[in-house]
């Protein structure tokens, strides 16, 4: 049963990108984004708040702030970096970039927590930037990417990794299902100005591709993953971590067969050693 949650959240968080780079042909991203963030907050807000009812506790003044401060840096930057890239970056590369997460993770946490990388964690670095930076030659020659588009996301994934940080300082008493649907609530109803500043650039064609799209990561991505995770991480946080990084490989696979983005020696060479990089940073030693 595990094996089977852990592959239906690998499966369902991966293709995140997959069914955003479908999305764009239907609506602006922006305005997608946002519908979307308000429609899957509204759906948690009711099943925590009307299905729980008594396990669930409304957060004190004190503990909004706080939430808001995660609904900017885990949504609304996250995401308006990743929404740039979409636009201007492979599916297959993105999905091997948001990998880096946790590197980035272990370099913020060096600069404000004070937690010195140890030197296999150098090491795990290193190799996940090469295969970064070779996975990225062949899309930045052939049109595939732009720079601003990959600087945008790592700008984004930079914001959630402060997110996780600013997350593991403030004291929340809430459950992680709470946080999540508060700071997705907060995170969502701040891109409402931006759709607003992005006004003339907004289109929604109602077709099947939209709804297809939409629906796709509404449910089985923001809800049913996010589900998946919150039971595999109750059960076993280690073995949770390492479904979270088969994502980028199975989200780059999902890339070439679904969108038929072509698979090149460099990209295949990066992947191979982005994830032998995270998998080596994270290697427990052996006394």
């Given at each position: 049963?595990?094996?089977?949650?852990?592959?239906?959240?690998?499966?369902?968080?991966?293709?995140?990108?997959?069914?955003?780079?479908?999305?764009?042909?239907?609506?602006?991203?922006?305005?997608?984004?946002?519908?979307?963030?308000?429609?899957?907050?509204?759906?948690?807000?009711?099943?925590?708040?009307g299905v729980k009812q008594k396990s669930s506790i409304l957060p004190t003044k004190a503990e909004f702030k706080k939430l808001?401060?995660?609904?900017?840096?885990?949504?609304?930057?996250?995401?308006?970096?990743?929404?740039?890239?979409?636009?201007?970056?492979?599916?297959?590369?993105?999905?091997?970039?948001?990998?880096?997460?946790?590197?980035?993770?272990?370099?913020?946490?060096?600069?404000?927590?004070?937690?010195?990388?140890?030197?296999?964690?150098?090491?795990?670095?290193?190799?996940?930037?090469?295969?970064?930076?070779?996975?990225a030659i062949p899309n930045l020659q052939n049109s595939h990417a732009t720079l601003p588009g990959l600087a945008a996301l790592?700008?984004?994934?930079?914001?959630?990794?402060?997110?996780?940080?600013?997350?593991?300082?403030?004291?929340?008493?809430?459950?992680?299902?709470?946080?999540?649907?508060?700071?997705?609530?907060?995170?969502?109803?701040?891109?409402?100005?931006?759709?607003?500043?992005?006004?003339?650039?907004?289109?929604?064609?109602?077709?099947?591709?939209?709804?297809?799209?939409?629906?796709?990561?509404?449910?089985?991505?923001?809800?049913?993953?996010?589900?998946?995770?919150?039971?595999?991480?109750?059960?076993?946080?280690?073995?949770?971590?390492?479904?979270?990084?088969?994502?980028?490989?199975?989200?780059?696979?999902?890339?070439?067969?679904?969108?038929?983005?072509?698979?090149?020696?460099?990209?295949?060479?990066?992947?191979?050693?982005?994830l032998f990089g995270l998998m080596y940073s994270r290697r427990k030693k052996v006394v």
């Amino acid at each position: 049963m595990d094996i089977a949650e852990g592959l239906f959240f690998a499966i369902f968080w991966a293709s995140a990108t997959v069914a955003t780079k479908f999305a764009v042909h239907s609506a602006d991203l922006f305005l997608l984004s946002c519908i979307r963030f308000v429609v899957v907050a509204i759906l948690m807000q009711l099943y925590i708040y009307g299905v729980k009812q008594k396990s669930s506790i409304l957060p004190t003044k004190a503990e909004f702030k706080k939430l808001i401060v995660l609904g900017i840096l885990n949504i609304t930057l996250y995401m308006t970096g990743y929404l740039i890239a979409i636009k201007n970056v492979s599916a297959g590369l993105i999905s091997l970039a948001t990998a880096t997460n946790p590197l980035i993770l272990i370099l913020l946490s060096a600069i404000f927590l004070k937690k010195r990388p140890t030197r296999q964690q150098w090491t795990g670095i290193a190799i996940c930037l090469t295969g970064l930076v070779l996975a990225a030659i062949p899309n930045l020659q052939n049109s595939h990417a732009t720079l601003p588009g990959l600087a945008a996301l790592v700008l984004g994934i930079t914001s959630l990794c402060f997110g996780s940080i600013y997350f593991s300082k403030v004291n929340l008493g809430l459950s992680k299902l709470t946080v999540n649907t508060w700071q997705m609530t907060f995170g969502g109803l701040l891109f409402i100005p931006i759709v607003l500043l992005n006004g003339k650039n907004n289109f929604l064609v109602p077709n099947l591709n939209f709804f297809l799209s939409f629906l796709w990561l509404v449910l089985p991505v923001s809800i049913v993953a996010y589900a998946l995770w919150l039971n595999l991480m109750h059960k076993d946080p280690v073995k949770a971590s390492t479904w979270l990084f088969t994502t980028p490989i199975l989200g780059y696979i999902m890339a070439v067969l679904i969108l038929h983005e072509k698979v090149t020696v460099f990209g295949a060479t990066g992947a191979v050693l982005l994830l032998f990089g995270l998998m080596y940073s994270r290697r427990k030693k052996v006394v």
